[in-house]
């Protein structure tokens, strides 16, 4: 669904047809305050930087999780990120990764409502 756009700088603005057939006379003449609405600089574009940044590190961490290699290697991986996000010592990732088929995010959420119960 389209919105209707808003255009600030001319929203006082009118612009009169006084001849719509082709004619010697004059032009149609802009008021003042339209030219001068239209002089005023319009912002700079959000550029979306910083947002753009997260999803590019969350594809890369998303990358390093499913990169080609056994499935040793990715459920090592797995471990080591685990490990890094809980501070808890290997066995006790590994136990909880092998419960939940090696779902890392759920694997964290169970640890830490473990640890707090």
């Given at each position: ?61 998303e990358q390093d999780l499913t990169s080609t290699g056994s499935r040793e290697d990715l459920q ?42």
């Open positions: 669904m389209e919105q209707d756009l808003e255009y600030r700088n001319i929203l006082n603005c009118q612009v009169e047809v006084k001849n719509a057939v082709n004619t010697s006379q004059q032009p149609v003449k802009l008021p003042q305050e339209c030219w001068n609405a239209a002089s005023i600089p319009i912002p700079k574009l959000y550029d979306f930087a910083l947002e753009k940044s997260i999803l590019k590190k969350r594809a890369d961490v090592r991986n797995l471990m080591t990120k685990m490990k890094s996000v809980t501070k808890a010592k290997e066995e006790v990732c590994v136990s909880i990764l092998e419960n939940n088929n090696y779902d890392l995010k759920t694997s964290v959420e169970t640890y830490f409502q473990s640890s707090t119960a």
